[in-house]
């Protein structure tokens, strides 16, 4: 296999050479790398660099699709149609373009690569080993992303810990890239904690000090390091962080906690981050010019009234499992000039306990979002009955779309018993059912309908009004669907779908015209919201839970 070279073009049509920044993390997970490597990329694409990020995730799964969200947060869908890692979202967001799912590389990526390779010959009788096949392949994916992006930095993220067993040929690669790649074309920052003990008050270098010298023991020193911490880094413990890691003084940034994960990209700023990776891989100094994104992030702060929505879900014991749902609702909140509280509501409570449907009486809007299975489900289809029953905002998402046509169809139609086929096979009305071409499917990762799909918006309607156009684009993962022969029953009962792809075969926009707003999409809109661009059908939800709580009295529909 010839070897993949990681040479970009310039705007001037001669090659350039890509550079690498590696980030890992110490002492624990969920110290913010995502958010660190998305800051950092954004500085150096202000500075006029042309960028793309890359997220290493050492699991053995082959991608994030069979993972469940709350052990391992929301999986985040490319619109090539990748399951990816949460964090291609959060690069997506903060450089405001699209990523491929290459761009996520995982252990079963490459082994599985590894070994089809074996089956094939093509290690001619080699013994196939950790190094050097495995660290090749996780190279070859590296440099392939660099090329194909035509990036002059690509920003690599490692995700776990320095120290964990599955991360180890993942560090050995970026090691083997400083030697062939060389000093100027390679950067290491590592990314720790510094707690503070509350007894004393002091912040403690020590967790720092022991991760860079487990990352300096696998043969990589970092040049840089980025200490997280409740507030800023005091100058003396830098000093000893910089001391006893053998990193310039200058080269420690400290990155205290904000009121925004949108401001870090000018704290890190600030700090100086840019100087030491400009200096190592020998480029210009370029004007990073903040201006334009300071503007958009302006609007994230400062005292603003503020609305309240309730996400009712299945996994809101963890909130990383609807990231992207709620970073959409604080993009659309802010270019409304709000603030949005969100009221976490378990959908199985609501099932249980029908007081609780009191926490929906306080809130300006209810978000339905993604999920799968039985469980928790007869909660939230009894929440999207609720919304339209007492006027509240309701914007349904994939399984939301789909329980909330189940809700219309039991609760309008007179259907007690419909149902999706996903919760009850045996219904006698499946209103929602698989899609024709997933039947027969034996295995489950990566067969879902997925990724980006051209969407037909029809006119008049709330979602051509949305949109403003006939055309769209959405993501889309799902295996159930609308089921058609149902459609002529919930047009005549007052709830009109205004969106249709694939030539009309499937439905993608439900809305009831009477209701202040009741939307649903079968495509996930949140996917593509960025702060620099929120999308239309939550700003257009922001619009009327703003509607909502300025309302003397709310519109009640009757049952």
């Avoid at 690498?20 to 490597?37: A, C, H, P, Q, W």
């Avoid at 949005?340 to 809007?365: A, H, M, T």
Wanted: with cysteine.
């Amino acid at each position: 296999m010839p070897k993949v070279s990681s040479v970009t073009v310039s705007a001037r049509g001669a090659q350039r050479k890509a550079k690498y920044v590696f980030i890992t993390g110490g002492v624990m997970s969920g110290l913010g790398k995502g958010i660190t490597t998305s800051s950092l990329a954004k500085l150096l694409e202000l500075s006029s660099l042309r960028v793309t990020c890359i997220k290493v995730d050492p699991y053995l799964n082959f991608d994030a699709g069979t993972m469940n969200p709350i052990a391992h947060g929301e999986v985040f869908v490319t619109d090539d149609g990748g399951e990816t890692d949460m964090d291609i979202g959060n690069y997506e967001r903060f450089l405001n373009e699209d990523l491929s799912k290459e761009n996520n590389i995982t252990t079963g990526q490459v082994y599985r690569k590894v070994i089809e390779d074996e089956r094939k010959g093509k290690y001619l009788g080699k013994c196939v080993q950790i190094i050097p096949h495995v660290t090749d392949e996780i190279k070859r994916r590296i440099r392939d992303v660099a090329k194909k992006s035509a990036a002059e930095v690509v920003v690599i993220e490692c995700g776990g810990t320095v120290g964990d067993i599955e991360s180890q040929p993942f560090i050995e690669a970026f090691r083997q890239m400083r030697l062939e790649d060389g000093l100027d074309s390679t950067f290491f920052i590592h990314v720790t904690l510094a707690p503070q003990m509350d007894v004393v008050g002091e912040m403690k270098t020590k967790p720092t000090q022991h991760s860079v010298q487990e990352l300096r023991r696998i043969g990589i020193q970092p040049d840089l390091i980025i200490v997280r911490a409740t507030k800023a880094l005091p100058k003396d413990a830098r000093e000893k962080i910089a001391l006893f890691t053998s990193v310039p003084i200058e080269s420690v940034i400290s990155d205290p906690d904000l009121g925004s994960i949108y401001q870090v990209p000018e704290a890190l700023y600030n700090g100086d981050v840019l100087k030491p990776i400009m200096r190592q891989f020998r480029l210009r100094a370029k004007k990073t010019d903040l201006t334009g994104w300071n503007r958009v992030v302006s609007r994230f702060s400062g005292t603003r009234d503020s609305v309240t929505v309730a996400m009712v879900g299945k996994y809101v014991t963890l909130m990383d499992s609807y990231v992207s749902v709620n970073q959409a609702l604080q993009h659309a909140a802010a270019v409304n000039g709000v603030g949005v509280n969100i009221r976490w509501v378990e959908s199985e409570d609501l099932e249980q306990d029908p007081s609780s449907f009191k926490k929906l009486d306080s809130v300006n809007g209810v978000v339905l979002p993604q999920g799968y299975g039985q469980r928790g489900t007869e909660g939230k289809i009894a929440a999207a009955n609720y919304a339209r029953q007492s006027g509240i905002p309701l914007l349904g998402l994939c399984f939301g779309f789909q329980l909330s046509i189940v809700s219309f169809a039991r609760n309008v139609l007179g259907l007690p018993d419909a149902n999706s086929t996903e919760i009850n096979q045996d219904t006698p009305d499946p209103v929602i059912d698989l899609l024709p071409e997933q039947r027969g499917l034996s295995e489950l990762g990566g067969t879902m309908r997925l990724g980006g799909h051209d969407i037909s918006v029809l006119g008049p309607s709330k979602a051509y009004d949305i949109y403003g156009s006939k055309t769209i684009r959405g993501r889309h993962r799902h295996r159930f669907e609308l089921n058609q022969s149902y459609i002529s029953k919930f047009e005549e009962a007052g709830m009109h779908f205004s969106a249709f792809s694939d030539g009309g075969r499937r439905a993608e926009i439900l809305e009831i015209p009477s209701h202040p707003f009741y939307v649903g999409t079968q495509f996930h809109p949140e996917y593509v919201s960025r702060p620099e661009a929120p999308e239309p059908v939550f700003v257009a939800f922001m619009k009327a839970t703003i509607a909502d709580a300025t309302s003397d009295k709310r519109m009640k529909v009757p049952a």
